[in-house]
């Protein structure tokens, strides 16, 4: 078997493993996995692929390979053995770490000093800190952190040609030169290889509750949470649950022990008679148990925060008239996750329809798991932003030769 | 040489009364708040929306017209200095508010908005906005855009690229674009987050979308005074360690507090070194950290410790604060501000370093710092009718920077690189680091006319060849140097 007109497989391999060795470069169907050790070897491979017109997949655990267009790489960069924390200056409260490095055993590793990396991404035990921060994962505590652009400040990436760079730097404030790290996060691995990031430190929640406020329709819950949003008190996370008869407000409060009591008064004061009690720590989960539904599809809808409410009350109406099955949880920054059940021809008119009502507000949505019956049909991203040539344009001056994850991302780039 | 200005096609881009060609009036933008360089620009334009500034645009790209956008002119990197002959685009008439919307907490307004005026808006809603450079009250809202703008309160609050959520751009081509969204994470590339901080060089920025902040119920202010600013520094790092987020930490040294006094009259405790905390948060929150704030001053030898009792006392501290580089002008006649970032441990090693090289040369160095996030502002004084002393100041001032850098710090927290910095960017970075960015900077501006020769160690051109740097044809020919 050939993996260019030129070369077959087992060369390719071949040449590999004299970069990773042996035991690290591997045929697997009609790919060569290998397993770089570090940014230099990164780049050997880059720069052996790209000379020959070899597509690359950048890949941690493959928990979320399959998002965005599908892709045939002939090489899949296996970032695995480069999965450590490299740096802990913990007075600094900052900490450079691998991409391959899973992000529970760098949070274990940061815990140590009572310090975490404030998101909270999916399947955290498998899922490494590079493809986390390529699909721009993160959770509800964005609300009170902000996202992966807010806590990355520094990177170490390796181009298609070979090109090993650093952006940013190890300190908290820092404007000199453009902010690369900020071009990669999120671009789904097609403008460079991400080899180490630097993130800045938060203190870990020590004392923090959650409690829970239930609702048949999300609409009854639109009142209290705009006025929890817009209210003084400065919750750690905050979701919206909801399916087609049940909705559920989860609210997360760090604070001093002493506190605490204060500020479950004031969130009584605003839930009014709206019935609220303390809950357990997994509610958080709920995100993550929306991909876990074997053929449905998963949406990354954005929207304004103040529209949360309605448009899960909007979807669970379609949910109720249309023989749709769907299961939202939706953050208060107004970031929602959405699993979608129904015959294919009611999925597409639905994502077509979310697209049309979210347009006006600058919203969008991304399907992130697309079941094989929906592929084809269906763009997963829907981007017609008027910065599109721009973005190509930039993909052309990374990536000339397309061997970064091609097609992957929006608008085929 | 540049080509000679299209006057005509200025004046039908931008109406008469938007274009200024006289020599005397062309002076007012011959620099920006680093006054030692000077350049006198061609002609100065003022757009009223953002069709002007693309029709401006377009008549710079066709005749390769290198241009330069500026607000206030408050920068301190000389980010807003002419390209001789250029054009600058002035964006002080484009000064509305646009929209402001507190359901979802973002107002949208013009690059020539005071960044105060923003608060100013949302105020009686209980809003903010958060990033607060000490020129607040005069410099607007697209350069700090363009420089990523910070402030005392950016520890806990972030930084100007933390604010902003979408951005309207005209291109180099003339072309009209929109960055990011008020939603998050727009599809695509993150290009407002690439945009925020380019210092001008990417575009100019027409319209931008803020996120505003609600106002905490209690704010709290701490003067803590020291016998050094090195047991301030250790005080911060303990505050740090024991996993508190102030919203602001703040050290002055002695020459800074007397400055300061001699300027505002701020009350200051005379010392030699002044910390400044700022608590906020619940009520019952800030009451129980300051207890602990001030146990932690105690323990490190806090001679005396004071709680701005009200809101004017507190407006007084910060007054003295944000006043301190101007009244650096009451005890020197000259002085250069430096704006270098060093990990928040190496602060007593580095502020005992800086002293040993001021000494060395007999000068005098000034310390005000954002001391929560390592940012210093050393302030070198000098007199420049003194033979010499000028010279020595700033190479004294560019050895700290180089201090700061193999410290494991930056070059510049938020004054940006501008025409200051550019050959201390190459001490920071190395070449692919640079030409990594530089690929970013093509693919906007292929034919760098804005803000050429800005930020990047040497002018450097456009190569067809992305990837690693190629000698330009124009290089090798010999027409157009690159140093």
């Not at chain 2, 004294?396 to 050959?423: A, F």
């Amino acid at each position: 078997m050939s993996i260019t007109a030129a070369l077959t497989l087992e060369e390719c391999r071949t040449h590999l493993a004299s970069i990773a060795g042996e035991e690290h470069a591997q045929i697997s169907g009609e790919s060569v996995g290998v397993a770089p050790a570090d940014a230099r070897q990164i780049a050997e491979v880059l720069r052996f692929a790209d000379a020959n017109g070899i597509t690359v997949m950048p890949s941690g655990s493959g928990t979320k390979v399959g998002w965005g267009n599908p892709v045939a790489a002939g090489i899949r960069l296996d970032l695995k053995r480069m999965n450590t924390l490299l740096e802990h200056p913990w007075q600094d409260m900052t900490c450079t770490v691998e991409a391959g490095c899973t992000w529970a055993a760098m949070e274990a590793e940061l815990a140590r000093h009572g310090q975490m990396v404030a998101l909270d991404p999916l399947w955290p035990e498998k899922a490494t800190v590079g493809g986390v921060v390529a699909t721009n994962d993160g959770g509800a505590m964005r609300l009170k952190f902000g996202g992966l652009r807010d806590l990355i400040i520094g990177m170490t990436i390796v181009l298609a040609d070979g090109t090993i760079a650093k952006t940013g730097g190890k300190v908290v404030k820092n404007v000199a030169g453009y902010d690369l790290h900020k071009l990669m996060t999120g671009a789904f691995g097609t403008l460079g290889v991400i080899a180490e990031v630097n993130f800045r430190l938060h203190p870990l929640e020590v004392h923090a509750r959650t409690w829970t406020a239930t609702a048949r329709n999300a609409a009854e819950l639109d009142a209290p949470l705009r006025a929890l949003l817009d209210s003084q008190i400065t919750p750690s996370s905050v979701q919206l649950r909801a399916r087609k008869h049940a909705s559920a407000l989860d609210v997360r409060i760090a604070a001093l022990p002493e506190c605490m009591g204060n500020h479950e008064a004031s969130l009584r004061k605003i839930f009014g008679t709206i019935e609220l009690s303390q809950t357990a720590e997994n509610v958080w989960r709920a995100r993550q148990e929306l991909f876990d539904t074997e053929d449905a599809a998963v949406l990354k809808v954005s929207m304004l925060p103040a529209d949360v409410c309605r448009l899960s009350a909007e979807l669970q109406q379609s949910a109720a008239s249309e023989g749709v099955e769907i299961d939202i949880v939706a953050q208060a920054t107004g970031l929602m996750t959405v699993a979608l059940q129904s015959a294919p021809d009611a999925a597409i008119t639905l994502i077509e329809h979310l697209r049309w009502r979210l347009r006006d507000s600058g919203g969008s949505v991304a399907a992130l798991k697309v079941p094989q019956v929906l592929r084809g049909g269906l763009d997963a991203w829907g981007c017609d932003s008027n910065a599109l040539p721009l973005m190509r344009e930039i993909k052309r001056r990374f990536d000339p030769n397309r061997i970064l994850n091609p097609g992957r991302f929006v608008g085929n780039i | 040489m540049l080509p000679p200005l299209p006057i005509d096609e200025l004046r039908i881009a931008v109406g008469a009364d938007g274009l200024i060609t006289g020599e005397s009036q062309l002076q007012t933008y011959e620099c920006d708040g680093l006054t030692n360089f000077r350049v006198l620009p061609g002609a100065v334009v003022l757009p009223r929306n953002a069709e002007e500034v693309q029709a401006v645009v377009r008549t710079c790209a066709r005749h390769k017209i290198p241009f330069v956008s500026r607000g206030a002119g408050t920068g301190l990197s000389g980010g807003a200095l002419p390209t001789a002959g250029g054009v600058v685009i002035s964006l002080a008439r484009m000064n509305r508010i646009l929209e402001v919307d507190f359901a979802n907490k973002y107002v949208v307004v013009e690059p020539g908005v005071i960044n105060s005026h923003v608060t100013q808006r949302v105020a009686a809603r209980g809003y903010f906005y958060a990033p607060d450079p000490s020129s607040q009250s005069v410099c607007t809202i697209g350069g700090n855009v363009a420089e990523n703008s910070g402030g005392a309160h950016c520890l806990k609050y972030g930084f100007t690229v933390t604010h902003t959520l979408a951005l309207e751009v005209v291109l180099p081509s003339g072309e009209l674009v929109q960055f990011g969204s008020p939603t998050l994470d727009a599809t695509g590339y993150d290009l407002a987050g690439v945009f925020v901080g380019s210092e001008g060089t990417l575009g100019v920025a027409t319209k931008v979308t803020l996120r505003i902040v609600k106002r905490p119920e209690v704010v709290q202010t701490l003067l803590a005074a020291f016998d050094s600013p090195q047991a301030a520094g250790q005080t911060v790092s303990d505050i740090i360690a024991a996993g508190m987020l102030p919203s602001a930490l703040e050290i002055m040294d002695t020459l800074a507090i007397e400055a300061a006094e001699a300027a505002v009259h701020a009350h200051y405790p005379m010392c030699g070194g002044l910390l400044l905390v700022e608590l906020d948060g619940s009520g019952s929150e800030v009451e129980a950290l300051m207890r602990e704030v001030r146990a932690i001053c105690t323990k490190n030898g806090a001679e005396e410790i004071r709680v701005a009792q009200s809101d004017a006392e507190r407006a007084l501290v910060w007054k003295g604060r944000k006043a301190a580089f101007a009244a650096m002008g009451r005890i020197s006649p000259n002085y250069i501000v430096q704006d270098g970032v060093i990990p928040r441990t190496a602060l007593p090693r580095v502020l005992s370093e800086i002293d040993r090289m001021a000494t060395a040369v007999n000068l005098r160095v000034a310390n005000v710092f954002h001391a929560g996030d390592g940012n210093l502002h050393p302030l070198v004084l000098y007199d420049r009718a003194i033979e010499g002393q000028e010279a020595t100041a700033l190479d004294l001032s560019y050895r700290i920077l180089h201090l700061c850098v193999d410290s494991g710090g930056s070059i510049t927290g938020e004054h940006g690189v501008g025409k200051e910095k550019q050959e201390a960017l190459g001490y920071m970075f190395s070449e692919p680091d640079l030409q990594t960015m530089q690929l970013v900077r093509c693919a906007f501006d292929p034919g760098n006319i804005s803000n050429p020769d800005k930020v990047f160690p040497r002018p450097r051109l456009c190569a067809e060849k992305p990837g690693p740097y190629t000698p330009h044809p124009l290089e090798t020919a010999g027409i157009a140097e690159i140093f």
